[in-house]
């Protein structure tokens, strides 16, 4: 009898916690140690104050989408690969089955700092109808990259930006903002353009020391044809069966660079958007979206006076942010609620390719969704070697390729990407975030469209921290290990 009674009261246990008996996926990465799966059961009960609260009711963004960018030097990197490790490398990229599943590209109008070396599309000075426009280079090199990834997800969109126009249509008819004795030509007598008796070196904004001159020759002749310009540039990649959706004006406008750029002041950057480029675009591309952007300073002051101008509420649709615009995203946002939020570029690193920028990019990830953003664009894809540049310096790259081996290899950073990437899907809904404070603890939670919800977290201290979720009645409580970057897969 006594047996009878035991069955009995071990079933009755058994059935009432049922419902709590829900497992759940966890996929971890360590250094060194990438990508780990495991199953681990929700609670009914949790020890200590849950560091986020789920209301499914409550969602704070629909995510729209991931991409990269397409630039030449990942071209040539992708091509020092064997042809069976070069399809792989494009279906994990971006294939809707593969880790990173990418469906948004962007790529410069004109050349980039990762770039093979400066060109445009009509550097004939005067050319102001544009009869000697093209698309030459790009032929050979940026579209070749990107037809290959529409291979593998031919339903992506694209946006463009260009780092400088032709050099005959800046002031000091150079591509570059400043000269540099070693990696480019540009008269140093030029770079009195820049601040003239501007004594500004506030080192608290990013830059500290801020332009004065439009680098870009404010005369309406140049200005309408650099209007043209974009519009011919979006006819042209039409002609090449890729469609661009959105354009921004100008690449980090704030950014005083050796290599490809061109500095705006506020007031320019209102009349080319204002007065050119969206008639422009109005008139030829109604379909194409204008954003400002990208915006890479943290001098909410500039930023605040373009878009206080009452024009550009009927101007542009969404603005981008990128580097230390990120820091001013909140308080813009916040007085502009109207406009659609992306960040354009991630943080690129110097060329350590090693877990403590996996942890930076993850953290990154974490700040711009929690603040609005529903596009997120990595920077280079793919690099060779040490990620050195055509103007000098190193930079990260999801995936690294020895020129040497011919052999690609995932870095700690593309691991970072895949733990959001891989299960936050196009149409997925934010509903609570923690951003990374003093516990170095970032979390997002989401709702996908495939009816799973996903937990991402990351632990960027030394020691193991406690994660406390709760969603509903039931809990997800564990300790993460120190380091560690996280996501939690629950099937409804």
């Not at 540099?180 to 904004?205: C, G, H, I, T």
């Amino acid at each position: 009898m006594k047996t009878y009674q035991n069955l009995i009261i071990g079933l009755f246990f058994t059935l009432s916690n049922a419902s709590y008996s829900q497992t759940v996926k966890w996929i971890k990465s360590n250094e060194g140690n990438y990508w780990q799966e495991k199953k681990i059961a929700l609670k009914k009960k949790a020890e200590g104050k849950p560091d986020i609260v789920v209301e499914n009711e409550k969602e704070l963004l629909t995510f729209k989408a991931w991409g990269t960018c397409f630039n030449e030097l990942g071209w040539d990197a992708l091509n020092l690969l064997p042809q069976s490790q070069r399809e792989s490398v494009l279906k994990q990229l971006f294939s809707q089955d593969g880790d990173l599943r990418f469906n948004l590209g962007r790529f410069s109008m004109n050349a980039n700092d990762y770039s093979r070396n400066w060109y445009s599309s009509d550097e004939v000075d005067g050319d102001f109808q544009l009869k000697n426009f093209n698309i030459d280079r790009d032929k050979t090199t940026l579209i070749p990259y990107i037809k290959a990834a529409q291979n593998y997800n031919p339903n992506m969109t694209f946006w463009i930006s260009p780092w400088s126009p032709p050099s005959w249509m800046k002031i000091n008819h150079y591509y570059s903002v400043r000269s540099d004795k070693q990696f480019n030509a540009m008269s140093p007598l030029s770079d009195v353009s820049l601040y003239e008796d501007n004594k500004e070196k506030d080192v608290r904004v990013f830059p500290n020391q801020f332009t004065v001159n439009d680098y870009f020759i404010q005369d309406p002749r140049y200005l309408k044809a650099y209007a043209n310009y974009f519009c011919k540039f979006i006819d042209a990649y039409r002609e090449q069966k890729i469609s661009i959706n959105t354009v921004m004006y100008q690449n980090e406008a704030y950014s005083y660079t050796i290599y490809p750029g061109c500095a705006w002041t506020a007031e320019g950057t209102i009349r080319f958007n204002v007065e050119y480029l969206a008639p422009a675009l109005k008139e030829k591309h109604p379909e194409v979206s204008l954003y400002l952007g990208t915006i890479n300073t943290d001098r909410y002051d500039v930023v605040d006076e373009i878009l206080s101008d009452p024009r550009m509420s009927k101007t542009i649709k969404g603005i981008g942010f990128q580097w230390e615009g990120g820091k001013i995203l909140p308080r813009i946002r916040e007085k502009y609620p109207q406009y659609n939020y992306v960040q354009t570029e991630s943080e690129c690193g110097w060329g350590s390719f090693d877990w403590k920028s996996s942890e930076h990019t993850f953290g990154l990830i974490n700040h711009y969704l929690a603040n609005g953003c529903t596009e997120y664009t990595f920077w280079n894809a793919i690099l060779a070697d040490d990620g050195v540049s055509g103007w000098g310096w190193k930079q990260n790259a999801l995936i690294r390729v020895d020129s040497k081996a011919k052999k690609a290899t995932y870095t700690p950073e593309y691991y970072a990407v895949k733990h959001y990437a891989h299960y936050v899907s196009p149409g997925s809904k934010l509903l609570s975030y923690k951003e990374s404070g003093e516990d170095k603890k970032p979390i997002l939670v989401f709702s996908t469209p495939e009816g799973k919800t996903i937990i991402i977290a990351g632990n960027f201290q030394d020691k193991e921290q406690k994660l406390v979720v709760k969603s509903g009645t039931v809990f997800l409580d564990l300790m993460l290990d120190g380091h560690s970057l996280n996501t939690f897969e629950i099937n409804k």
